[in-house]
Nanobody
Framework: QSQLVESGGDSVQPGGSLRLSCTAS??????IGWFRQAPGQNREAVLCIDSSKNTRIYADSVKGRFAISRDNMKGMVYLRMNSLKPEDTAVYYC????????????????WGQGTQVTVSS
């Protein structure tokens, strides 16, 4: 599977916004998921988008604040994060699966290296 590369992580204040990007060229027919992992915690599924641009939310805490989208022409998947909270602090990963969207990390075969998001005042 193609290599995935995340970007856009940063340090922001609570209430701020970020847009993470995932380079996913050649993955038009794959579902792409965003996961996050905070220090000392398990990796958590956040959102996923399939090849038809249907989306699924797996983390209740991000409902109404985060959104996932993809631009297959550009080979990009985005995670828009608004109203960020300190508990959103984590390394965010994008991953691909040749299947339907899933909230299970082991269903995804390729992963990016992660990008750090820190929310702090």
């Amino acid at each position: 599977q193609s290599q995935l590369v995340e970007s856009g992580g940063d340090s922001v204040q609570p209430g701020g916004s970020l847009r993470l990007s995932c380079t996913a060229s050649g993955l038009d027919y794959y579902a792409i998921g965003w996961f996050r992992q905070a220090p000392g915690q398990n990796r958590e599924a956040v959102l996923c988008i399939d090849s038809s641009k249907n989306t699924r939310i797996y983390a209740d805490s991000v409902k109404g604040r985060f959104a996932i989208s993809r631009d297959n022409m550009k080979g990009m998947v985005y995670l828009r994060m608004n109203s960020l909270k300190p508990e959103d602090t984590a390394v965010y990963y994008c991953a691909s699966t040749w299947s339907w969207c899933s909230g299970v990390a082991r269903d995804f075969g390729s992963w990016g290296q992660g990008t750090q998001v820190t929310v702090s005042s």
